[in-house]
Structures are given as C-alpha cells and as structure tokens.
C-alpha cells in the first residue's frame, strides 16, 4: 500500500478542515479526536460500513496508534488510504471505499 | 427557589448518582430545597454482569434483578416512564406516561446501551448473545446441549458493554469443555476486529499468549459483514468467512434516540468532558456511564465512579460552591479466565492495566462482589 504522508499540510479546526496542498474533498468526515484507541479505527470501519465505492472518508484522531491501526487496517481489506496529514499532535486519514 | 435533579436511567450509574446525592443534599431536599427524580422504563434495577454465567447454568436473569423502590432513597422521586423528548433550552423533559413537562436545573444523562444486532444483516437470526437476558436463555438452550463442533464467539460492535466479557466467555467455555472432556470435539474461535485480542493494548497483550495455550483459535481485523445462518457462515468485511455450529455475536450497540435528537451526541452517546463529565452541547447537563463518550470501557465500575464525581459537582452546584470534583479514568475489573480463575485490572486515563496473575482468590473475589453489588447500588458500598 502507497500512500502519500505528508506534515503540517492540513490545519485542522474546531468545525472545519482546512485544505492547503492536499486537494482531497472528502465524502464523510469522521471526528475522533480525543477518544482512546481503537476508537478511531474502529469510528472510520464504522462509517466505511456505511459508505458506497468511491467515497472518500476523512478520519481525525489525535492518538498516535491510529498511524499503525488505520494502516495495517487497510492492508486487510481493499479500501485505499489515499494519504495521512499531520498538524502537530493530530492526523487526518483520507480512505477511499473500495 | 426549588433546585430539581433529573436523572435518565436507573442502571448502576443512575441509581448509585440517585443515592449519592440525596445522601449528600439529604438537608436540603428534607427542606423542599432540592428535588431529585430518577426515572427509569423498568420498575426493576438490572445487573447486567450475571448474564455471563446464564449459558453455562450457573445463574438464573432473575438473580440480576431487584425492584428499584427497594434500592433508592426514599426521598428520591421514583418515575417508572420513558423520555421522549430532551429540551435542553427550556431545560425541560417529556414523558412517554405522565402529562405535560417535567422542568431540571440540573439533568443527568445515565441511559446506558442498547443492542443494535439489526444492523448486521443475518445477526438476529444466525447469533446468540449472552448480553441481554432474553439472549443469554435462548443461547443456555444451546449451549447446555453443545457436545461437539464448531462454536464462534465474533465481537461485531465496539464500543460494547464490558469488553472484558468476550474473553471470559471463551476462556470459561475452554475450560467448561474441558472439564466436560469434550473439549477435543469442540473448537472455539475468537474473532476481533483490530489486530489484537482486545482494544486495551496491555490486555490484548497478556490474554493472546493464554489463548494460543488454550487452543483458542484467534481471527483478528474482522469485522463481521453478514451471518448467513443457513448455511452456518459469518463473512467479514476483510474477505474471511467461517462455518459454525453455535455462533456468539457481541452486537453492535447503541444509547438512545433522545440524545440523538436533543442534539447531545450520535448513536444515542453523549459528547462530554472526560474529566468534568458535563455535556459539552449543553448547560446543565451531564452524562455518565455508557451513556457518555469518555473513551473508558462501558462497565459498570466506570458507571459507579463517574456518579460519585457528578453528585459532588452538583452537591457543590447547588450550594453555589464552584465544582471541583473531577473523573480521572478509574475503572476496575475482574476477567475470568476460567470456570474457577479469575485476574484482575485498575486503570485510569494515565495509567494503563496490568491483569494481575489468575488465580482462584480472584475469581471468588468477583463472585462475592457480584453479591455485595446490591450494596452499592444502594450508596452503601
């Protein structure tokens, strides 16, 4: 799996995720800033469930296990993770529904 | 002014909140300055945890309940009603029962789990479930009779009510066959949804190796798709599917539809502060137990300690005195390992678990807990 990781490219807001060098438009946006692991895996297989192909899920965690979890998730299923966005402390996973 | 305390939900945390805090403000509500009313859907107090022994014949649902008239504070108003309806700007409530509204300066949301097996298409009709008590009976028929084959335990949903429980099914099943001598007929297989045994690194870690001992088959990263209960098969979304004789589904849970729709959270689980425990959508508001979004397992010594840090806060709120207490994550539980073994874990949100070794002590500790339970759903304990 190829994915393009890139730091401090996308500021993360309150109620609004801010683009800058990542042109990405995501279908669904999953916020799992603040909750343990696996909650954030287990928040985007969750609304990959209910997603169609082609969407593209935005998943937010601020937990450092969600960068192996999300990863080694995709690997076991056909679903793309398109890239992965640091800003600071927080992530933002960009999935493709298969 | 007459300050009211409403509270959703007569489970461990509701009823203990209820206690707690009328034994705190006992003067002022003897005085008409404080009103506290619990409501709850069922006239009876459930302890969940016994339904765990319920398929093996080793406890009856009725042992887990007990009226809830007998476990509160007599001068707790007791509503058996539903709410329909959460007015968190009027700070107001509907109910199902009685006529017109019922106003709170102060609301505690303590609504729990509820069961979404529906959402997994063949779950209803292929999975048993020990999580309900109607479930836990039907899947006792079962089991009593399970001489031989194939018996799949799949945690479907997470979060789920005491993620413990999975384990200790298939660690007392390993042994109950054994015990039996018929544990070379029956193969058990685990299935999870992440890449480890359970959510908790730490006891993911010390259950793998005492299932790989046991011969208790393991599939991570599957999350169940369908059931197909003709042909006997479950399929994940990961592209696995497996045959079997008699299948456990953890179902997939959610909280209720008034939270949803008074804009509190999603899937019926309220937004929080993990330390303060208020709503993070509205004033007044609290949630504790599996009811709110705190990341901590929905157990029941999450529930009870989280009721002891809100009656302090509005213990403190009605007096006008700023609220100090606040949670800090503790959460205790015994995990069985066997029909007669138990271990042990405490952890907070700073400290993570370390299963303390199996032993007999432990599992009779977790017995003798389960029967003092009623003392702390009386405040008592």
Redesign the interface.
């Known amino acids: 799996m190829e994915y393009r990781y890139k730091t401090t490219s996308v500021a993360i807001g309150s109620s609004n995720v801010l683009m800058t060098d990542i042109d990405i438009e995501p279908t669904d946006t999953v916020d799992a800033r603040?909750?343990?692991?696996?909650?954030p895996?287990?928040d985007l297989?969750g609304r990959?469930?209910s997603a169609s192909p082609g969407d593209v899920v935005l998943l937010l965690s601020d937990n450092d296990?969600s960068l192996t979890?999300v990863s080694?998730?995709i690997d076991?299923?056909?679903n793309d993770l398109l890239a992965v966005d640091e800003t600071g402390d927080e992530y933002g996973f960009y999935v493709e529904v298969a | 002014m007459v300050r009211r305390v409403a509270i959703l939900g007569g489970g461990t945390g509701g009823t203990v909140l209820a206690n707690d805090l009328t034994d705190r403000l006992a003067a002022e509500i003897d005085a008409g300055d404080v009103e506290v009313t619990l409501i709850n859907d069922d006239p009876d107090h459930v302890y969940k945890p016994v339904w765990l022994y319920v398929p093996f014949g080793q406890r009856e649902p009725a042992d887990g309940r007990r009226p809830l008239r007998e476990l509160v504070d007599s001068r707790i108003d007791l509503a058996i009603d539903r709410v329909t309806e959460i007015d968190t700007d009027e700070k107001k409530l509907a109910l199902r029962d009685a006529p017109g509204s019922l106003t709170y300066d102060y609301l505690v949301v303590a609504t729990g789990s509820t069961l979404a097996p529906a959402e997994v298409p063949g779950l209803v009709e292929g999975a048993h479930d020990y999580y309900s008590e109607s479930g836990a009976l039907a899947f006792r028929e079962e089991l009593l009779s399970m001489t031989e084959g194939h018996l799949v335990l799949s945690v479907v949903g997470t979060p789920h009510m005491c993620p413990a429980a999975p384990l200790e099914f298939v660690f007392m099943a390993d042994d109950w066959f054994r015990e039996r001598g018929l544990r070379e007929d029956v193969e058990i297989t685990y299935t999870y949804p992440i890449n480890r045994v359970h959510g908790n690194a730490n006891i993911a870690e010390w259950a793998r190796p005492l299932m790989d001992e046991r011969d208790i088959d393991v599939e991570t990263f599957f999350n169940a798709e369908s059931v197909d209960p003709e042909a006997g098969t479950i399929a994940s979304m990961e592209g696995t599917e497996l045959d079997y004789d008699l299948l456990v589904g953890i179902p997939p849970h959610r909280g209720v539809d008034v939270v949803d729709e008074a804009g509190l959270g999603d899937r019926g689980w309220v937004d929080v502060d993990k330390r303060t425990l208020e709503a993070e959508a509205a004033d007044g508001v609290y949630a504790i137990g599996d009811a709110a979004t705190t990341g901590v397992p929905k157990a029941g010594s999450v529930a009870h300690y989280q009721a002891g840090v809100v009656a302090r806060r509005i213990a403190s709120e009605v007096r006008d005195r700023p609220a100090t207490a606040t949670y800090d994550g503790k959460t205790l539980c015994f995990i069985e390992t066997g029909m007669d073994s138990a271990s042990f874990v405490e952890f907070d949100y700073e400290n993570p678990p370390s299963p303390a070794p199996a032993s007999e002590k432990l599992h009779w500790s977790k017995l003798a807990y389960n029967e003092s339970y009623w003392l702390t759903a009386r405040g008592l304990l």
């Open positions: 603040g909750a343990a692991c696996p909650g895996l287990m297989i990959v469930r296990q979890d080694e998730w076991e299923t056909d």
